[in-house]
């Protein structure tokens, strides 16, 4: 329940002094819904005001001069504007007002008052004038002008003086709220309270005020992050003390793992023996295995299951695609089945007698491991004694999805799969409610792929050598990006491409893209895989772990549009045999310093990890799309950059809470739960939950 204390700042927007029908949606989108969204506006920028005379005046300033009205020049028509000349005893300048801005204006200024005024000068062919003033005031008044002014954003038909005048309101209504922070952590960081620190926000005195590494903002941007953590801190206590089957293996995998033709890396290893350690512990595992495309995740997987199987349990291995559980299905079913473990692929191709048939040994138990698509959570699937549910490429599933495989049997663990390396600054953030092991190895044995950025003007070079590389046998992925509004211009853009392409490469060109169904998809994939078509054009949809081994080309058109862990991903696809490969990024010319830079990046290393690591430093929090689409959340005040050593205290901080005081029962306890619902932290990952 929300605390009485915070009802003020859970205010309708619309319960703002001025925001009536028509400027509430236009301030609820710039800020919100509510009082609060309101009070967490950030201003961008300041304007200082100097105070001048009027022949001082400079062009595109801000100023402040004292004034007497000097003479009016009424609007003629509808679209002129009313003009007013102003003095002072060293020059003059004209008031510019338009519309209905210029009624009223002779009664309210008449001539030969004086007047301060403040706005942005400008010089321009009807000599120097100010547009529409900030302020227009009796000298007395004068006070009432700020010298250094806070700029919000705004929105059409919302100028920022408007918001500011609605934040300075909200601020007005915001309570003092009992302290939460550690006395002692608060005192060595200098943080002001609560109350201050929003205060210090709306009242910036200088642009180094506006900084995110000033002692209020850090403040705010801990509070977010501590409230953020605790909510994590808790869940996965709670998961912990749900007991779950306590799995102990006999020499199962380790039989499997013999007939491989291959050895396990130290990561691999390392990250197997995490899921055993959980898998002794009789609680429930929620562990995320990170690591690149080919790290081998899904071997490790096989292991787990294996394991799982062994001590009589079922295991279900979920993928986004057809095609992955298919690859999937291909790479584990014939080592398990040697073993005796049954495997079972389900998809929704799967119909009739020969779906039942494949039910039928899923809720009997006789298979011990489903691999499939969306097709194993459908409600007439079911298990016998579900264990372990694996989630390939977990982002691409919705956190209901997961539930309800996991719904299928009781206090089930769960593995998620991720081939998104994320820097570990920002692992606490994106999945400080699981555990994590990173696989951050390569398998032996793979050749680098030598990678190079080409302008697309050079298009015709690229498209000869692609001709020369197929004549030899070779397979290339040519993709190309989603980038405008309009999926179906993206889509046209590649099929453009593929008939070009075919024009010089000859009819071997294949187009895979997400409008087609997924039997379309897998057949034009299929016949990629097996050679028959020499090049593949693709929109992302290859985005995920398909594996063709022999394809040793890979293409990215305007390279520079997509992030740098999607491009490391893409890249992934080729390399993967012991054949020189080659990736050529082609972009439109010219590229920005940044781009530049990340584009270098990917020439330089193919370590994912590291490749994360140098993408946040580039993007240095500010543009952080790709973070955000790869499941950061969405923070008011914290940037996952420039507070990155707030992240880990606050982490350290939820945990020791947790620890101590679970009911948040004691003092701190208490102000910790206003700050949880300040946030509302609860409520937002209740969505994202992956437990
Ligand atoms: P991921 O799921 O991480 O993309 P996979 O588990 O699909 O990777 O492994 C990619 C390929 O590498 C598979 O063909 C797999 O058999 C092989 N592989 C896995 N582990 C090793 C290893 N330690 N040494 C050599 N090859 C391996
Ligand atoms: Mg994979």
Redesign the pocket.
């Known amino acids: 329940m929300r605390p009485e204390i915070l009802f003020p700042l859970f205010a309708p927007i619309a319960t703002l002094k001025g925001v009536g029908p028509r400027v509430a949606p236009l301030l609820e989108r710039v800020a919100g819904p509510l009082v609060r969204d309101v009070l967490w506006l950030k201003p961008h920028s300041i304007v200082r005001r100097t105070p001048g005379v009027l022949s001082g005046a400079v062009d595109g300033q801000v100023m402040t001069f004292v004034v007497t009205i000097d003479a009016y020049q009424k609007a003629r028509t509808r679209t002129q504007p009313t003009r007013v000349r102003v003095t002072d005893d060293t020059g003059f300048m004209t008031l510019v007002f338009f519309g209905r801005f210029g009624d009223d204006l002779e009664r309210r200024h008449p001539v030969g008052e004086k007047r301060v005024i403040s706005g942005k000068v400008e010089d321009d062919r009807f000599g120097r004038q100010m547009v529409h003033p900030d302020y227009m005031l009796a000298p007395d008044k004068a006070g009432e002008i700020p010298e250094v002014e806070a700029i919000y954003p705004a929105t059409e038909g919302l100028p920022p003086r408007r918001v500011r005048t609605f934040v300075d309101e909200a601020e007005a209504r915001a309570p003092d709220l009992p302290e939460w922070l550690d006395p002692a952590w608060k005192a060595q960081e200098r943080f002001p309270s609560w109350r201050e620190a929003l205060h210090a926000l709306h009242a910036p005195r200088s642009e180094a005020d506006l900084a995110l590494a000033c002692p209020h903002r850090r403040r705010l941007a801990y509070d977010e992050l501590l409230a953020h953590q605790l909510a994590m801190a808790q869940r996965k206590a709670a998961r912990r003390r749900e007991p779950a089957a306590r799995i102990t293996p006999g020499g199962l995998a380790s039989r499997i793992r013999a007939d491989l033709p ?4 130290d990561a ?1 290893e390392r990250a197997l023996s995490d899921i055993r350690a959980d898998f002794a512990a009789g609680e429930r595992m929620s562990r995320l295995v990170q ?1 690149d ?7 490790v997987a096989m292991c787990a299951m294996a394991d799982v199987a062994e001590c009589g349990g079922q295991s279900a291995l979920m993928a986004p695609t057809e095609i992955l559980a298919r690859q999937h299905f291909e ?1 584990i079913s014939g080592p398990l089945a040697d073993h005796g473990v049954d495997v079972v692929l389900l998809t929704g191709r799967d119909k009739g007698a020969g779906r039942a048939e494949k039910l039928r040994a899923l809720a009997s138990g006789s298979a011990k491991v489903a691999v499939g698509t969306h097709a194993l959570f459908q409600d007439d699937v079911a298990f016998d004694k579900l264990e372990l549910v694996v989630i390939d490429e977990q982002h691409r599933f919705g956190v209901a999805e997961r539930q309800r495989l996991q719904g299928k049997g009781r206090a089930v663990h769960l593995i998620a ?1 991720s ?1 998104t390396p994320i820097p570990r600054t920002l692992e606490l953030t994106m999945y400080g409610d699981l555990d994590v092991s990173r696989i951050d190895q390569k ?2 044995g793979r050749t680098p792929v030598a990678t190079r950025a080409v302008p697309i003007g050079r298009l015709d070079e690229i498209v000869g050598r692609l001709k020369q590389a197929v004549a030899g046998g070779a397979q290339a992925f040519w993709i190309c990006p989603l980038v405008s509004e309009s999926e179906v211009s993206d889509l046209a853009a590649a099929e453009m491409r593929a008939v070009a392409l075919r024009e010089t490469l000859g009819p071997g060109v294949g187009l895979v893209h997400g409008k087609m169904s997924g039997a379309e998809k897998d057949a034009v994939m299929a016949d990629f895989a097996d050679g028959r078509v020499p090049v593949l054009v693709a929109t992302t949809v290859v985005e995920v ?1 398909v ?1 063709v081994p022999n394809a040793t080309i890979m293409v990215i058109e305007q390279a520079e549009r997509f992030g740098l862990a999607q491009l490391h991903q893409l890249r992934g696809r080729v390399g993967r045999g012991s054949r020189e490969s080659a990736c050529v990024l082609l972009y439109d010319p010219p590229l920005s310093e940044t781009a530049q830079q990340r584009l270098d990046i990917l020439r330089r290393t193919d370590d994912g990890f590291v490749i994360a690591e140098k993408d946040l430093e580039l993007r240095g929090g500010g543009d952080a799309l790709g973070l955000r689409q790869s499941g950061l959340p969405d923070y008011v005040f914290a940037d996952p950059f420039a507070h990155r050593d707030l992240i880990s205290v606050a982490g350290d901080d939820a945990r020791l809470i947790v620890n101590r005081d679970p009911g948040l029962t004691s003092e701190r306890g208490k102000a910790l739960q206003v700050l949880q619902e300040l946030f509302d932290w609860k409520a937002g990952l209740a969505l994202r939950d992956a437990g």
């Open positions: 291959f050895a396990f890396t691999q690591g495309v080919g790290s081998g995740k899904t071997v790479t799969m081939a398998p032996p772990g594996n």
